[in-house]
């Protein structure tokens, strides 16, 4: 398994634009990456995910065309650009990693402790 360490989170305007990064610890190549999301009283959900070599990217729907994954597989990092957020973006934000490509949870079997992003209407 590899860890993983998300910062960047924390309180914006609705309009505004946070970016989360994720820090893994050995090769993170190896594994392809996502985003997943918990705001309170919800399932934890999917968000993006990207494929180990970065070519190949899935987003859920709700965030298309606002957020966009990338990872630096030299520094070990997988980045969250998120623009024009609105309040029900509001979650607790979590990094993981899987073996193979994919947009379910249960393939993911690294998390990080995840962080916080509150956004204010």
């Known amino acids: 398994q590899v860890q993983l360490v998300e910062s960047g989170g924390g309180l914006v305007q609705a309009g505004g634009s946070l970016r989360l990064s994720c820090a893994a610890s050995?090769?993170?190549?190896?594994?392809?990456m996502g985003w997943f999301r918990q705001a309170p009283g919800k399932e934890r959900e999917f968000v993006t995910t990207?494929?180990?070599?970065?070519?190949?990217?899935s987003y859920a729907e709700s965030v298309k065309g606002r957020f966009t994954i990338s990872r630096d597989n030299v520094e070990n990092t997988v980045y969250l650009q998120m623009n024009s957020l609105k309040p029900e973006d509001t979650a607790v934000y979590y990094c993981?990693?899987?073996?193979?490509?994919?947009?379910?949870?249960?393939?993911?079997?690294?998390w990080g402790q995840g962080t916080q992003v509150t956004v204010s209407s």
């Open positions: 993981a990693a899987a073996r193979t490509y994919s947009t379910s949870r249960a393939d993911f079997d690294s």
């Open positions: 050995g090769h993170s190549s190896s594994y392809a």
């Open positions: 990207i494929s180990r070599s970065g070519a190949i990217t």
